[in-house]
């Protein structure tokens, strides 16, 4: 598939995911792109997303029971947190498996994944300013 010329769409997605350092649901890149092209459709965002992965640029992180999150390819390794309240999800430096872990013979780990969950700071608040 030859690559889609640069659109103006397609630039605010990008400038999206420059400014956000966190994973994206389509729905977030939505509202977030549409702030700078105002016509934008949730299409348009689901085709420019997979075109993205395609071409490298992002990734999809898939956590457990939730829909799928974009993020920037190439992020060296970390973990990710999800707050239960308002559904974002967030990263966190650094990788938190402890090396106590017993792994019976014949079992050969090439990478593992790991979601914290519980409130974001703004969730965690007791009266929401
Ligand atoms: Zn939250
Ligand atoms: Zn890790």
Redesign the pocket.
């Known amino acids: 598939m030859p690559r889609q010329r640069k659109t103006k769409q397609r630039d605010a997605i990008e400038a999206v995911f420059e400014s956000n350092h966190r994973p994206l649901s389509p729905n977030e890149v939505h509202d977030l792109a549409r702030r700078e092209v105002e016509n934008l459709g949730i299409a348009t965002v689901y085709r420019a997303l997979n075109d993205m992965v395609e071409e490298k640029l992002l990734r999809s992180v898939e956590l457990p029971g939730l829909a799928p999150r974009y993020e920037k390819a190439g992020l060296k390794h970390h973990h990710h947190f999800h ?1 239960n ?2 559904d ?1 999800v967030f990263d966190l430096d650094g990788c938190l498996l402890k090396n106590d872990l017993k792994l019976p013979e014949g079992f050969n780990v090439t990478g593992h994944d790991i979601t914290l969950s519980g ?2 700071p ?2 965690g608040e007791e009266t929401p300013a």
Do not use: F, G, I
């Open positions: 707050c309240a308002c974002k409130t974001c703004r969730c």
